[in-house]
């Protein structure tokens, strides 16, 4: 009897290591299907990558071989008597007759105003021309290029000026400093205090800062201007920066809302006015605000 009962036992255990072998190998296809599954749709995503690729080569090739302007560029330049900023567009066509006339239409995107500018020339198939576009209040602009042979005429697209905010010779590409202090006395009087503060400028599309005049960091309380001091040039490689042993200081009571500003003019007399951080007086004491919403200058043009 005890020999029929092992030898069921070691049925069973010969049974249960064979299910467990299986399992495991089961497991292990399972895992290399996974694996090969994975390796395929790998392979399926770079080749839809690379199809995409090829069907926007192809579009943007059929686009070139069709379009009428071989090639255009812009350069830009403040015109303080007009209030405008010059655009100036030089546009080639890959095909032109001595009849050939060119003008570019603009479009502001900010409240639908248009206008139209005819280029001269025509030489080679170049043609230039200056557009007298309105700055401020995030203005961008649409460009197309129209091209008139005879009777036929053409239309086509040539893109989007950025915000003329960003097309004008003076940008503020960086700033910075220290905390901002709140001192309160016994008698309810306080005092503002900001030690030091550092702008950094830049050219129109990145290029080397601009030559500025008349600069100067403004502390506004509540809107007026409370306190204003010379930004010194050069003290932190090529940075503008107040004084540290004077600082920005102004009379401060609960309630009262302090902006700092950074203003500066160009060469053509253009005034730019940026601001640069806020604070806020309350019973606790200095809070530093969210910010401006955007560093946008506010322009003086007299």
Request: charged share 25%.
């Amino acid at each position: 009897m005890d020999g029929k009962k092992n030898r069921i036992q070691v049925l069973t255990l010969v049974l249960c290591l064979g299910l467990l072998a299986l399992n495991l190998w089961q497991l292990r296809q399972v895992s290399d299907l996974r694996n090969q599954l994975g390796s395929v749709e790998s392979n399926l995503q770079t080749e839809t990558r690379r199809l995409d690729e090829r069907v926007q080569a192809v579009q943007r090739a059929a686009q070139e071989a069709d379009a009428a302007v071989l090639d255009w560029e812009y350069t830009t330049a403040v015109n303080k008597e007009q209030r405008v900023l010059d655009v100036t567009v030089d546009l080639t066509l890959k095909e032109w007759n001595v009849d050939t006339a060119v003008w570019v239409n603009w479009t502001s995107l900010l409240d639908g105003k248009t206008g139209s500018e005819p280029l001269r020339g025509g030489k080679s198939g170049h043609f230039t021309g200056t557009l007298k576009l309105p700055v401020g209040g995030h203005r961008e602009y649409a460009l197309e290029a129209v091209v008139q042979n005879g009777e036929s005429q053409r239309l086509e697209e040539l893109g989007y000026l950025g915000d003329t905010a960003t097309l004008l010779p003076v940008q503020l590409a960086g700033w910075g400093g220290s905390s901002a202090d709140y001192t309160r006395e016994k008698d309810g009087s306080g005092t503002f205090d900001l030690s030091f503060y550092e702008v950094n400028l830049q050219g129109a599309k990145g290029s080397r800062a601009p030559e500025v005049k008349d600069a100067v960091f403004r502390l506004r309380r509540n809107g007026d201007v409370a306190v204003e001091q010379t930004a010194k040039f050069g003290e932190t490689i090529e940075n503008y920066t107040c004084d540290p042993e004077k600082g920005l200081t102004a009379e401060a009571s609960i309630g009262d809302e302090f902006t700092l500003s950074f203003f500066c003019r160009d060469i053509s007399g253009l005034g730019y006015e940026f601001d640069l951080e806020q604070w806020s007086i309350g019973e606790s004491g200095i809070s530093r605000e969210a910010g401006p919403e955007d560093f946008w200058p506010r322009l003086t043009w007299d």
